[in-house]
């Protein structure tokens, strides 16, 4: 046997083969997805606030070709595995259906606004995810999230389960949020969602999230806590509870955005990312103050 099949690559390698069952004793992963330099900084931050928890499961970067090395280097130093992962092989139809200026034409954000560097049709390659088959169960975390206390219990929970899209009213509990789920990895599956993904005229306007409640009908509803949407804070401050919130997702605008046009709206949440990107001051979170107290 040669040495090189001996010897793992280290966790921190870049690669295009998914590292192997086994690596770091682990069967169960968090997976997020990097499609450029800002959500670079994202998984930054979340890959430290997961490490922080004490998980025993890897860390899974997924990033497209287009992402640096200079830009994939804060999180691989903090222990992530690096996967590159190509975007879907999808038609030049479905493409054009689904380019930002389309999707974004035919349903225009009127609750908050996406930054510059969003780009709908990347969302799709969280999908490639299921191809993770060295893996038991996957945890999949958007690069706008940040891990509060340990949440891997989550692995435990049955395919598909997700969080509801809650951050406006309690109307929303039937659509639910692809920022959070939990997966069990398999290329048969894969295969079959590419099949659905582009079947001729399809369209799915709320991208990965449309496709995944359509996919599977029957998902099995998550708490919010462990998907709390930012927008909660000064939504429906009611259902904030910082004792009981596991993850914090920054949909809409990001927290490292310095044109973020409601960062003063949010402002003790953009402070609790900043201190996870940077690891310096990071409170206890049981002592946070909710929204409307003073502590």
Known sequence: MSSDAQTPQPR????????????AGA?????????????AMGATALVRSLTLTGTAADIVVMHTGGVSREALAPPARLGAILF?????????AFNTRHDKREIHGRNPFTK??????????????????????????VVFLDADTIVLRNIDRLFA????????????????????????????PSRAIFAAMLE????????WPRTDQTFLQ?????????????????????????????RSISVVHYQYEKPWQADNPKAERLRPLIDLWQAYLSGENIPDIDALPNPGTSG
């Not at 969003?118 to 893996?135: G, S, V």
């Not at 509801?164 to 997966?183: I, K, Q, T």
């Not at 659905?196 to 369209?203: E, I, K, R, T």
């Open 12 to 23: 921190s390698a870049s690669r295009r083969d998914p590292p192997h069952k086994g690596e």
């Open 27 to 39: 069967r169960n992963a968090f997976v997020t997805l990097v499609t450029n330099a800002d959500y």
């Open 84 to 92: 590159e992962a190509e975007l879907l092989p999808t038609s030049d």
């Open 112 to 137: 908050g606004g996406k930054p510059a560097f969003h780009t709908p049709l990347d969302n799709f390659a969280k999908l490639r995810l299921w191809e993770l088959e060295q893996y038991d169960r």
């Open 157 to 184: 929970y049955p395919e598909f389960s997700a969080a509801p899209n809650v951050y406006e009213s309690l109307a929303d509990f039937h659509r639910l949020n692809s920022g959070v789920f939990v997966a069990r």
């Open 196 to 203: 659905q993904l582009d079947a001729p005229g399809s369209y």
């Open 214 to 242: 359509s996919y599977f009908p029957g998902w099995h509803g998550l708490p919010v806590f462990f998907n709390m949407l930012q927008y909660v804070w000064f939504n429906l401050p009611e259902l904030w509870d910082w």
